[in-house]
Structures are given as C-alpha cells and as structure tokens.
C-alpha cells in the first residue's frame, strides 16, 4: 500500500528528508489581526459538506495508527492525543487547521499531508468518530488525586461545562471537543497553550475564560477532565482475560 510505504520511508529516513516542512508559521491565530476562529472556507468547508465513507476511512487512518494506534487511543505519556469518539467537525477543523499551519503540529504535519483531499478528510473522520472511546487511558496518579478531582470540578462545572458539557461530550455542531477519555498529560499540555497563546487556533471565548487560570488550578481542571466519561460511548471494558 502506497501510504504504508511512505510511513516505513519517513519513519526510516527522518521525515524531512522525504516530506516538505509545515508551512511557515500563519499569520493567522490568536495573536494575529483580522483572524476569524473557525471562518468556513477552503478544503474545511468542503469537507463538512461532504459525507464521510467509515470504510474508506479506515484506510486513509492506517498511516494514522502508527502513533494515534489502531484503536485510537493515543499514548498515556501525553504524546499522541487519544482521537476515538471525537465529532467529525472537530476532527475535520483540527486537521484542517494542522495542514494550513493555523495549529502547529511538526510530528503530524506530513501524515496529516498524506489525506489527498476533502474526501478524504471526510473519510478518516467518519472512520474515528465511530470507535469506542477506550476506558484505560492516562489519569491523574497523584496521591492528592481525590482533592484535585474535587477542585477541577467546581472549576470546569462553573466554566467549562456550557460548552464541553457534563460528561465531557463537547458539542458536534459547534465544534466543541470530546474531552472524556483524553490523557491528563495531553489534557494537561493543552491547558498550558490554550492558556498562553501557542495553540493560535484556540477559540477566544475559552482562551478568555482560562487565561487567569493559575498552574496550580491547570492541574486540578486537567485531573478532573481525565476522569470523565461518556456514557454510551466508551469502549466495552474486557472481561474475563485473554480471548481464545
Ligand atoms: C508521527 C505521529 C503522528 C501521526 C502519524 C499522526 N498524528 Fe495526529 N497528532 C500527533 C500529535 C503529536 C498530535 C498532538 C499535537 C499537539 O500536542 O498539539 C496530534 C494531533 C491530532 C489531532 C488533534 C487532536 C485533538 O484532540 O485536538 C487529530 C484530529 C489528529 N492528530 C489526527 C490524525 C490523523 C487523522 C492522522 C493520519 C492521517 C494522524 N493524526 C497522524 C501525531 C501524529
Ligand atoms: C465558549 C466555549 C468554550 C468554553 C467556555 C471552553 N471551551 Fe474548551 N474548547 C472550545 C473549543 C471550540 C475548542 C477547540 C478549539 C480549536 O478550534 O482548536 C476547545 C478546546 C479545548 C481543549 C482541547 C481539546 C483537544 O482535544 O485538543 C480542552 C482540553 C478544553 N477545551 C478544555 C476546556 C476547559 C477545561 C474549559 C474551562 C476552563 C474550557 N475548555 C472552556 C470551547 C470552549
């Protein structure tokens, strides 16, 4: 398969020998003038018009799962974010924004390439929207689990839950992440550029509403956000060990 071929050959020789860089920084952003968050236009635009083929997708996400996983799940270390469950027009802005530079992401940028066109967006975000989201993920393991727990709470119930809601289900129409089942450690490096300004396509209601967070009170949201669920939407959990 031609994607798997240019996996194993960037994965051998360094993907910068193969691939082009990402595209110099964006003027775009936060931080930049006349910047729209999330203005509907270009292979974005088209993208959410079309319908996404799940069976398509899970070709398209096979390049994907050499860091995000088959399943979808990401890594615990809060390298790969888990992408399992996550609302195809989250899926389809955020890459989108990767692959016009407006959310920097250098590891992904040529993966996220390998996606020809808005079809194929389309596709790969039908495909990970359906799996399950899984139930092991990375949590907060401190001893003062419980105290951080309580005070992420009172603050994301005050601030956070109108538009990530209750159960950390987002918003599919308005582009509100999944949160249940993220690694605290992803969750945790998010918190700290949303806050500071470096994931330029940041949504400025939130960047307002977390810019006065202190590091103390990032942890405390971050541990509480990784111990959400979602119900109905989280994987089955496996009993009664190994299958035969
Ligand atoms: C070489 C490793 C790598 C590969 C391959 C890769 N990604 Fe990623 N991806 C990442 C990293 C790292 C991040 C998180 C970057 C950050 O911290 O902002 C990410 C973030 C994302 C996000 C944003 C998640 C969120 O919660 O906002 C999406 C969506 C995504 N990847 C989809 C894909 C898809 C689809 C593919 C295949 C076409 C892919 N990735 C291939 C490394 C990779
Ligand atoms: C006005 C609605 C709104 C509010 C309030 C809000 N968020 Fe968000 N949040 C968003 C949107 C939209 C995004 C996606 C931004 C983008 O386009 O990259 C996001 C992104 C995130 C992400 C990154 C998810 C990922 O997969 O990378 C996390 C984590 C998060 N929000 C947590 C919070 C927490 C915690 C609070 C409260 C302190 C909060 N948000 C308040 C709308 C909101």
Known sequence: MKKTLVLALSLA?????????????????????GYVWNAQEGEKSEALKLKGD?????????VCGACHLPSGAGRPDGTFPQLAGQHTTVL??????IRAGLRD?????????????????ADASAYIERLCIPVDHGKYEGADAAMQIA??????????KECHGANGEGNKEKFYPVIAGQHYKYLLRQMNEI????RRNANPDMVKVIKPYTNDQLVAISAYQSSLKMPGSMCKPKVGGKKK
């Open 13 to 33: 020789l360094g993907s910068t020998m193969v691939f082009a860089g990402p595209p110099a920084a964006h003027k775009g952003g936060i931080e930049g003038k």
């Open 54 to 62: 799940a069976k398509r997708g899970e070709e398209a996400y096979e």
């Open 92 to 97: 389809i802005k955020q890459m989108a924004d």
């Open 105 to 121: 992401n250098p590891t992904m940028y040529p993966f996220a390439m390998t996606l020809t066109d808005p079809q194929e967006l």
């Open 151 to 160: 005070k992420g709470k009172e603050l994301y119930e005050k601030q956070c």
């Open 195 to 198: 806050r500071d300004g470096h």
